[in-house]
């Protein structure tokens, strides 16, 4: 198990199990953040962050997201390196141009860049939800269910440019995904011919309500402000 684990095919095996995982988050996370887009009042979106928060299911999930995170965003460095470094010297990028995509040989750039934008991200509301607090989240709190919708419309309205960030953020997530969709399956034997392009229209299919989803949030709420 330990030599399986330590071999490329192994940490390709763990990269796409954790990559799953945080696919199937992305669902989820979004469904709840949707809730801003449907109730001005927040209550909604308020009810559904706090339901989140404090589950115990979701508490016990939390930890393994974090973990599943981590392993995902260490075997790519070392998977990266690894095939790098067994490179000839001055490899032609452009040769496997032809037969596979930008996103797909641009993997750990755009992981890199959605790293920088989730340091970004849990600065601005996990960090305060569940360490520092913030007087928005208390201001119209009823019941112990803070107003993080206070606090999550307040940042797209006052910042401009975060809502950029955050634009930008789920367009890098979306070119991420239209090759980790159905690479996570193909590495875990879950594919074949007659899958890869189902699984490929799937993968389109999934990116296109993932990055949108996240990219009209900010948009909307900054926009609706205005109006
Ligand atoms: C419009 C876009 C988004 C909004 C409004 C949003 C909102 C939030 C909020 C309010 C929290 C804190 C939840 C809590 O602890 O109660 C959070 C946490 C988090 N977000 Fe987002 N998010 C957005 C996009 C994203 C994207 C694109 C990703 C991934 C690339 C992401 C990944 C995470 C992670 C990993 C956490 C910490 C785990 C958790 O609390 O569930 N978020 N987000």
Redesign the pocket.
């Known amino acids: 198990m330990a030599s399986f684990l330590n071999s490329s095919i192994g940490k390709k095996f763990l990269m796409s199990l954790s990559g799953l995982f945080l696919i199937s988050?992305?669902l989820v996370?979004l469904f709840v953040?949707s809730m801003?887009l449907f109730d001005k009042s927040g209550v909604l979106f308020n009810n559904a962050?706090h339901f989140?928060?404090t589950n115990p299911i979701i508490r016990i999930v939390?930890p393994i997201?974090a973990i599943g995170?981590i392993l995902h965003i260490i075997y790519a460095g070392i998977l990266t390196l690894t095939n790098q470094w067994a490179r000839p010297v001055g490899y032609n990028k452009q040769k496997s141009g032809n037969s596979s995509s930008w996103a797909s040989r641009n993997m750990f750039i755009l992981g890199s860049l959605?790293f920088i934008?989730?340091v970004i991200?849990?600065a601005n509301?996990?960090w305060k939800?569940?360490f520092s607090g913030s007087e928005l989240l208390d201001k119209g709190a009823v019941n112990g269910v803070e107003n993080?919708y206070l606090?999550?419309t307040t940042f797209f309205i006052n910042w401009w440019w975060i809502d950029i960030v955050?634009v930008i953020?789920?367009l890098v997530?979306g070119l991420h995904l239209t090759h980790a969709f159905w690479a996570a399956f193909q590495t875990l034997g879950l594919s074949d011919n007659r899958w890869r392009k189902r699984l490929e229209i799937l993968g389109w299919a999934y990116t296109i309500l993932v990055a949108g989803g996240?990219a009209i949030?900010?948009l909307w709420v900054k926009i609706s402000s205005m109006l």
Request: avoid cysteine; glycine fraction near 6%.
């Open positions: 988050f992305l996370h953040n801003i962050a989140m928060g939390e997201l995170f959605i934008f989730l991200h849990v509301f996990f939800v569940k993080t606090l999550v955050y953020g789920a997530l996240f949030i900010p």
